[in-house]
């Protein structure tokens, strides 16, 4: 029998093919202390398989909780669901993760839920289960709010866990032969296994919109050794060679990232690696340090412009000059890495003439390289972001349960009240541009060829301000029809 349930729910409906699957880091970090704690832990992935009959299985054993990981948006339905079907069999059901800690107060008070663990879970979790096995009273544990009959209780923030002792993750309770992908930007079928692994948190800058818990602006890493091992004890285990590091900002010590390569070069590792950075560091790095770095295994890279709008960036708090983006791009095709450009438009403060900024600026890099992609989606204002009160200031209501989330999303058709009624249609009739540029655009027959004839007629547009006889439009519906419907994401 499992002494702990942790279950990662579903994100969609029906889970897209076409995206790629990484075994649950945030879960395993939990089963690591667990287990070295002497606790037995089963992980469930509803992204994997959506088996009730599982769950049902290890209810029915008595686990001493149900911890589940919830991000913001449509996951948190199917979060629910599980919930609800858990404390029927009277399990306390523990939610953590993204969503749980940006916003504990609605997430406790709905009936579903029992205790809500805030920020990273190693060391909470495993105290807190201690506890649910000897029965005693919460008021202890820091980094929780629970129920207590009609009340709820909030304790202190606990200390951050040192990365560098974490113990090793232990991928075998997952089947990672389950979790194909590539690394992020290529597009599937999905032959290689891909492992996600997270060697630092937090990152300095302080981005609006964004979601990370804002406690973490200063930037933890694990030393480039430990990494380094990390990957060696993974590729013995698993003969896996493709990694997905889902740091949010892996290259938040550039004196790391350095012996990280040269370390990858003296023990001659074979990887490929995907890496999240900022547009600034790749500015600044010269032209012979990237070359090494794609020589280490770093094939893609995404370059989170967010706005063609120099005005919005500053308004949004990105420390990003469009000036860079030439620089950066040059760089990249040179050394011919991979490279996927992501634009988000729906900020509050947006005018009509920003969003065109923002379309004329993902056009010249989808003329300028047919390799690469480009993405505008919509802004999905997160819990405990400046961007949410600014979008409630322009009409978004304030959520007032858990339930109100389920549809933050970056889906152009999700509820957006604070965007523009103008800024909204012209996003409806042009979006096939975003369309085209993405990674699943590449199945498309002609993919290029209507890249380039859909992305010039959309900057003639744009440049002429001429948006009369829009056959465009019609001609990617009806194209759309006509290619798989299984891709179409259902929440
Ligand atoms: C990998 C990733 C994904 C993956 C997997 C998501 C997942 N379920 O983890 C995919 C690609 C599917 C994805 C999708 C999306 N993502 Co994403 N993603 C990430 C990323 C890069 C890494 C997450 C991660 O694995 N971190 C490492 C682990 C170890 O940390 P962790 O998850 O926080 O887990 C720790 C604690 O939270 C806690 N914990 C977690 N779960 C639990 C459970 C219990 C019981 C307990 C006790 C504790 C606990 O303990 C863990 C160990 O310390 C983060 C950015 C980042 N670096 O954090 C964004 C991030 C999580 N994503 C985000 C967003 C917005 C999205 C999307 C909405 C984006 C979109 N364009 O649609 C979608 C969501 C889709 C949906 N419908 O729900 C936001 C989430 C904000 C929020 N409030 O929820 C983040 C933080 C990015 C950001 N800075 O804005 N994402």
Not at 250 to 278: M, P, Q
């Amino acid at each position: 029998m499992a002494d702990v349930l942790l279950i990662n729910p579903k994100q969609y409906k029906r889970e897209p093919e076409k995206n790629p699957k990484f075994p649950p880091i945030n879960l395993l970090r939990l089963a690591s202390t667990l287990i070295e704690d002497g606790f037995s832990v089963k992980i469930i992935d509803f992204r994997i398989e959506n088996d009730y009959n599982d769950l049902e299985r290890e209810l029915k054993k008595k686990p001493l909780c149900a911890g589940l990981s919830v991000v913001t948006g449509s996951q948190i339905k199917y979060a629910l669901e599980i919930s609800r079907y858990v404390k029927g069999f009277n399990v306390p059901v523990v939610w953590g993760g993204k969503h749980p800690t940006a916003d504990p107060y609605l997430t406790i008070k709905n009936r579903h839920i029992d205790i809500v663990v805030k920020g990273e879970g190693e060391y909470i979790f495993v105290e807190l289960v201690k506890y649910l096995e000897k029965n005693k009273d919460l008021n202890k544990i820091k980094g929780i709010i629970f129920k207590k009959n009609t009340k709820i209780i909030e304790t202190s923030n606990p200390p951050l866990p040192d990365l560098e002792k974490l113990p090793d993750i232990p991928y075998n309770l997952v089947n990672v032969n389950k979790y194909k992908g590539s690394l992020h930007i290529i597009p599937g079928p999905f032959k290689k296994i891909l492992l996600s692994l997270d060697t630092s948190r937090g990152c300095p800058y302080k981005c609006t919109f964004c979601a990370s818990d804002k406690s973490k602006h200063k930037w933890r890493g694990v030393s480039a050794n430990k990494i380094i091992n990390d990957i060696k004890n993974i590729v013995d285990k698993f003969k896996v060679k493709d990694f997905m590091f889902v740091d949010e900002n892996f290259c938040g010590s550039h004196k790391r990232v350095k012996e990280f390569v040269y370390l990858i070069k003296k023990e001659r590792l074979d990887i490929t690696f995907y890496a999240n950075t900022t547009v600034n560091y790749l500015s600044g790095l010269d032209i012979g340090f990237l070359k090494q770095l794609k020589e280490a295994g770093m094939s893609d890279q995404i370059i989170c412009v967010e706005s063609g709008s120099q005005r919005i960036l500053d308004l949004i708090n990105k420390p990003l000059r469009l000036e860079s983006i030439p620089r950066v791009t040059n760089k990249l095709k040179r050394l011919d890495i991979n490279h996927y450009y992501s634009f988000i438009i729906g900020f509050p403060y947006e005018t009509m003439k920003d969003v065109k900024k923002t379309f004329l600026l993902a056009i010249k890099l989808l003329l300028q390289n047919k390799q690469i992609q480009a993405s505008i989606l919509k802004l999905a204002p997160m819990p405990g972001t400046k961007v949410l009160e600014d979008c409630i200031a322009k009409g978004l209501e304030r959520p007032k349960k858990l339930q109100d989330w389920i549809n933050t999303s970056t889906i152009w058709e999700s509820p957006s009240p604070w965007i523009d009624k103008d800024i909204l249609l012209f996003m409806k009739r042009y979006k096939y541009i975003s369309i085209l540029g993405l990674s699943e655009s590449y199945h498309i027959p002609f993919r290029n060829l209507l890249v380039y004839s859909f992305a010039n007629v959309l900057k003639y547009r744009i440049k002429k301000d001429f948006y009369r006889f829009n056959i465009e439009e019609k001609l990617y519906n009806s194209a759309k029809n006509l290619t798989n419907p299984k891709n179409l994401i259902e929440v």
